[in-house]
Structure formats: C-alpha cells, structure tokens
T-cell receptor, first 112, second 113 residues
C-alpha cells in the first residue's frame, strides 16, 4: 500500500509570491491534514479537510488556504509569502472516523 | 480548545536504560492519544496509540499509560537503543466530531551508546 505522498519535495519562493503544495492521501483515507513545522519546532495545525469540506482550521491567517479534490487529494496555497513562512509543511491522512494520522515526507518551503 | 503539555523537552539516557515521557491534556472529552516518533530529517511516524477505554497498551519495548482522572498519559521505552534517538510527540484528540489533533511540543531523546 502506497503511503502519503507530497510534492514538490523542495520549493523556493521569494517574498510576496504564492506557493502551492500538493498531497495525495493513502488509498481509502478521506481526511487530509496540513501542518507547519518550523525548524526545530513542533507541529502546528493548519487545516483539516474531509470529504471535500474544510472541517477545522488552526490559528493561521487567511492567506493560508486549501482545498480537497473529489479523489481526496489536497492542495495547500500560501499567498503573499513572508520570510517566516519558511518551514516544512507536512500532510497527513486518516481513514473515515479515525484520528490515526499517517504523514507524508513533507515539502520544504524556503522564502527568500 | 485542547492544550497538551509535554515534558521533558530533552532527555538523555544510557543505552539499555528506560526512558519516560509525560504529557498532560486539558479537555476531558479527549479520547484518543497517539505518540509519534520523528527521526532527523524524516516524517513523524505513529508508534503507538491508546484510546480512553483502556489504561495501558504495550508493543514490544514501548508502552503507553493513560490516567483519565488526572488527564495525563506517558510513553515508556525500555531497553533503549541508539536507534530510539529521535523527537517524540504526544497528541490528544476527540474522535467524535471534527476536533483537531493537538500535539505536544516534543521531546528530544538521545540514547548514548
């Protein structure tokens, strides 16, 4: 069984640009979660999508947004990038009704 | 909302000794408590979890205990090995409804050979 995949592996953007990160969940999983992990720090919850709907949102500004597609893959968009957005962005997925989350390898976003 | 506190932030043990990491949570409605291990440069991996209907769960050298009354849970690693060196995160959530999983701040475990 394939695990959670994310693309791209690395992304370099300049301040003010937009970034788009992608995630494909494990087959059969309907929920996708996005987390931000700044260097050496913990996991900050960003967004939770399930069955195409946004179900929960962390304490991040509106320029962090996303969506979930009918095949349950998801996209995270970060607009008006700021230097402090530089971090590892992790996606996780879970099966219906369960909170056991399985993480992807992450996308390393660098904002210069 | 839920608040999860994790201690210690760093822990060094000699190979073969035991390691214990403790977490407390604030929301009495939380009923699912996973533990994740994140090795340097890798993704967090679920290593063990416990639900509120049990008090203890073991898987080889790792075990988790849950005290619902005191709202705390702990990870125990026995006979530690160098490959146990990693950052460990606890988390808490309510599996009823769309309550997010709240993570602790992490414990960096170093096992000294």
């Amino acid at each position: 069984e394939a695990g959670v995949t994310q693309s791209p592996t690395h992304l370099i953007k300049t301040r003010g640009q937009q970034a788009t990160l992608r995630c494909s969940p494990i087959s059969g999983h309907t929920s996708v979660y996005w987390y931000q992990q700044a260097l050496g720090l913990g996991l900050q919850f960003l967004l939770w999508y399930d069955e195409g709907e946004e179900r929960n949102r962390g304490n991040f500004p509106p320029r962090f947004s996303g969506r979930q597609f009918p095949n349950y893959s998801s996209e995270l968009n970060v607009n008006a990038l700021e230097l402090e957005d530089s971090a590892l962005y992790l996606c996780a997925s879970s099966s219906p009704g369960r909170n056991e989350q399985y993480f992807g390898p992450g996308t390393r976003l660098t904002v210069t | 909302g839920e608040n999860v506190e994790q201690h210690p932030s760093t822990l060094s043990v000699q190979e073969g000794d035991s390691a214990v990491i403790k977490c407390t949570y604030s929301d009495s409605a939380s009923n699912y408590f996973p533990w994740y291990k994140q090795e340097l440069g890798k993704r967090p991996q679920l290593i063990i979890d416990i639900r509120s209907n049990v008090g203890e769960k073991k898987d080889q050298r790792i075990a988790v205990t849950l005290n619902k009354t005191a709202k705390h849970f702990s990870l125990h690693i026995t006979e530690t090995q160098p490959e146990d060196s990693a950052v460990y995160f606890c988390a808490a959530s309510n599996e009823r409804g769309y309550q997010k999983v709240t993570f602790g701040t992490g414990t960096k475990l170093q096992v000294i050979p």
